[in-house]
């Protein structure tokens, strides 16, 4: 029988779970250093295998929209990476990275949302590579506002959605910030990544 999601053992979700420790960690380093040092600490990942409505619960966010910025990811892990930032905490990354800025709609804050984005979700994906020793391309992000039930509904829309997946989440926060990155590998590259980790799906 085909490896998948559900026939994991724990000891697998473990492993998962510890890479997006390590990749969000990375991510929140990254992210501190862009913000002058204001300290900014990652919680402890959650995993879950994918089923309708897995994003939103894992994200706990309700059913208000957030920014999301999502990566297409290449290589030997194909998926995406998500960083999600809850619309009521945008306004203040805003204003560290911004100049003071707190408006939401301006082309000059999505494109500094972006390029944060950006630099966390590299920082993260390095994080992994170093950890499994697999190559990990990412595109560049997109910013689009949406709930969690959109999100759901964009992960059905993709082919891998029928093969069995499982995401990892994250959070992270600092004093007036949070937010959550979110992998969720296809299943043929959760398996490597398995494999890489030596717990062969």
Known sequence: MRASAATWSELQFDALRELGNVGTGRAAG????????????????RSAAMQPGTLASLLDAGAEPSWVARFELGGSVTGELLVV?????????LADLVSGSRSLESATALSALAEAANIMG????????SLTGLSILPSPPVVERQTPQQLDDAWWQRPEAERGAVAIATSFSGRRLRGTLVLVPSLAATSALLAAMRLSA
């Open 122 to 129: 590299s920082a993260y994906l390095d994080g992994a590579a």
């Open 85 to 93: 930032v809850p619309t009521v905490a945008l306004g203040d990354l």
């Open 30 to 45: 990254a992210l501190s250093k862009l913000l002058a040092g204001l300290r900014v600490v990652s919680e402890l990942p």
